[in-house]
């Protein structure tokens, strides 16, 4: 059975800290890693992926991926109310289909 | 680019009837198309798989006749819940697998999501 696990949360934090997201995942064939996006009665929406090992940055998001531990995460700097959604850990087996975490419900308190 | 259009995006219809989703990759072709199905506060289940040109593979508990996907061309896929009852109600989402020029990475992009109630 391969997993995604995820801390359902929510997890709360104050406006401007930094929000730290985490996933693991039990397929060591795993090749790419997903964070997804999703506000209540709206679909997911793609915040950004990574299938090397280490830090990719995007704006304020950073994903950071260790294949050895099996484990990635998505740290959101300086968090705005408007970070406050659901997110969504993916990933993508080799030759298989994406496989979801249930998701973690971030709230930034203003 | 990865601009996806799903239609409806909300559909009342009365139990028994069927109700028919579209699905457009408008910038990209889409060799590959997930259904997916989401109940309030929970989370997104997978339907079904389907190819372009070949016959949907859908996961174990859903009713292939029940759930007709049509993925006919690389831009354009179908749901059509037939016979609709008020348990099918739930909000479904296509989402056509994006290619990633360069990266070789295959991205999993989403519609915006048809909210089907059945009365």
């Known amino acids: 059975q391969k997993e995604v696990e995820q801390n359902s949360g929510p997890l709360s934090v104050p406006e401007g800290a930094i929000a730290s997201l985490n996933c693991t995942y039990s397929?060591?064939?795993?090749?790419?890693f997903f964070w997804y996006r999703q506000y209540s009665g709206k679909s997911p929406e793609l915040i950004m992926f990574?299938?090397?090992?280490g830090d990719k940055e995007d704006g304020r998001f950073t994903a950071q991926l260790n294949k050895a531990s099996q484990y990635v995460s998505l740290l959101i700097r300086d968090s705005q109310p408007s970070d406050s959604a659901t997110y969504l850990c993916?990933?993508?087996?080799?030759?298989?289909?994406?496989?979801f975490g249930p998701g973690t419900r971030l709230s930034v308190l203003p | 680019g990865a601009v996806v259009s799903q239609h409806p995006s909300r559909v009342i219809c009365k139990s028994g009837t069927s109700v028919k989703i579209e699905c457009r990759s408008l910038?990209?072709?889409?060799?590959?198309m997930f259904w997916y199905r989401q109940f309030p506060k929970q989370s997104l289940m997978l339907m079904a798989t389907s190819n372009e040109g070949s016959k949907a593979t859908y996961e174990q508990g859903v009713e292939k006749d029940k759930f007709l996907i049509n993925h006919a061309s690389l831009t354009l896929s179908t749901l059509t819940v037939t016979s609709a009852h008020p348990e099918d109600s739930s909000f479904y989402i296509c989402?056509?697998?994006?290619?990633?020029?360069?990266?070789?990475?295959?991205?999993?992009?989403f519609g915006a999501g048809s909210r089907l109630t059945v009365l």
């Open positions: 993916a990933v993508n087996p080799f030759f298989q289909n994406f496989v």
């Open positions: 397929d060591r064939g795993s090749q790419s």
């Open positions: 910038d990209f072709q889409a060799t590959t």
């Open positions: 989402s056509p697998l994006m290619e990633v020029q360069r990266s070789g990475a295959n991205v999993l992009t």
């Open positions: 990574i299938y090397s090992n």
